[in-house]
């Protein structure tokens, strides 16, 4: 089968960041870390696990990330190569392992990609995958299969950029049939966002800004709504396609610019604070934001997170970063400020008096039909064009895009 794999070499790294000034496409051209290419269908690591035909396997940030090398090399230990990549998808199981009583070929599913205790065969769990807190596992790199976080960052495992991956008994999630495809296919990053959420969830008084109007920022805005919040939530974006897309998902205001264009005085405006004017360097808002969720992880929006949050305030980091250099962390000090990362999702998620594992709630949310999200999967290309897919992560403005997904057949 034909798949798109990633091999981390220092020479094809540093290949990479030098040739990579001249072309972007240079990444994807299989002369560095990242090649399409014909490799064989995963198999089952043992008899707890089963193969998942692909029918969606979505771009995230942190893939694309990963292809332009701009993630860090601090998670290498945690992923094996050459890996295939993609762990958002959605598909129908097309081969069981032997213990694997509960399932039958032909399901649809989607797999929770975390690969925790239970997947690498513990069954002493470590202490956070005993609490239900699986994305804080302490054994990524042991157990059964090779070193991973997830789904598309283990050898072992095959990734959603393909016709096959597996995914272990544990992990699997049925599809209801009123979710289409495409809402499944949404499932894992709103997961995302609803564990950012439920962590830190604002009083209805509050002051919201998200930084960000692409997949992760848009769903932190529904997953608020759809929880419940009465707060002010003010989205940060881009490109002028996505103002309509965040009003008619709840924001009560979208600004849309950049730097030049002065958006720190309507960010002033809307938390009711007051813009600051430092002898160097960007500005400060004074009595802004009671919470900010920062959902792109670029040294510019992360240092426009702790101006804009007001003294003692709150902002949740849901971009991976990668190596930001010369940041100027004072804001933190002199506010006050409380700095929390939200990553991925757990097993132990609180709401309406209940623990909930965050995928069951995410497709709780999409069977009801309070949340659609199918709106938001708005190009989708075969594997083979994959080009084309990467071209357009660079152009989302001009192509109105938000989630890019590549497509198999059924």
């Known amino acids: 089968m034909k798949a798109i794999q990633f091999k981390f070499t220092i020479p094809r790294y540093v290949l990479g960041l030098a040739l990579g000034r001249i072309s972007r496409k240079i990444f994807w051209s299989g002369l560095t870390c990242t090649d399409y290419k014909e490799i064989p269908a995963p198999d089952l690591p043992n008899d707890d696990w089963v193969m998942i035909k692909t029918r969606y396997g979505g771009i995230c940030g942190t893939d694309t990330s990963t292809v332009s090398l701009i993630l860090s090399p601090y998670l290498t230990p945690f992923a094996t190569f050459p890996l295939t990549l993609g762990h958002e998808g959605v598909g129908h199981i097309a081969k069981i392992g032997a213990n694997v009583s509960d399932w039958q070929v032909g399901e649809r599913v989607v797999a929770e ?26 054994r990524f790199t042991e157990g059964d299969i090779a070193p991973g976080i997830q789904i598309g960052a283990c050898r072992d495992t095959g990734g959603s950029w393909s016709p096959y991956f597996v995914a272990h008994k544990s992990q699997l999630y049925k599809i209801p049939e009123q979710v289409s495809d495409e809402n499944a296919l949404m499932i894992e990053p709103f997961a995302i966002a609803l564990h950012a959420v439920l962590q830190n969830f604002p009083e209805d008084t509050d002051k919201v800004l998200i930084i960000g109007a692409g997949t992760i920022g848009l769903l932190t805005l529904v997953a608020l709504r759809a929880l419940g919040s009465q707060a002010k939530i003010v ?29 720190y005085k309507e960010i002033a405006q809307w938390s009711e604070g007051n813009v600051e004017n430092p002898a160097l360097g960007k500005p400060i808002v004074i009595g802004g934001f009671d919470s900010t969720f920062e959902c792109v992880g670029n040294k510019g929006t992360l240092d426009d997170s702790m101006r804009v949050t007001r003294n003692g305030g709150r902002v949740i980091l849901m971009g991976a970063p990668g190596v930001i250099k010369d940041m100027d962390w004072t804001s933190i000090f002199t506010q006050e400020l409380s700095v929390r990362a939200a990553s991925l999702y757990n ?9 909930w594992k965050t995928f069951d709630l995410a497709i709780e949310l999409l069977a009801s039909g309070e949340v659609d999200l199918s709106r938001l999967v708005t190009h989708k290309y075969s594997i083979e064009d994959y080009r084309k897919a990467f071209d357009l992560t660079y152009q989302r403005g001009k192509n109105k ?3 890019i997904a590549f497509m198999f057949d059924d």
Not at 117 to 135: D, M, Q, S, T, V
């Open 113 to 138: 990609p975390v690969l925790w205790c239970k997947p690498r065969g513990f069954e002493k769990l470590c202490r956070f995958c005993a609490r239900g807190e699986i994305n804080r596992c302490e």
């Open 235 to 263: 989205v940060l974006g881009k490109y002028d396609f996505q103002a309509d897309v965040a009003q008619k998902l709840g924001a009560s205001h979208v600004i849309i610019g950049d730097r030049k264009n002065g958006y």
């Open 347 to 355: 097993h132990v998620e609180t709401y309406n008096g209940k623990k």
């Open 401 to 403: 895009a938000i989630k």
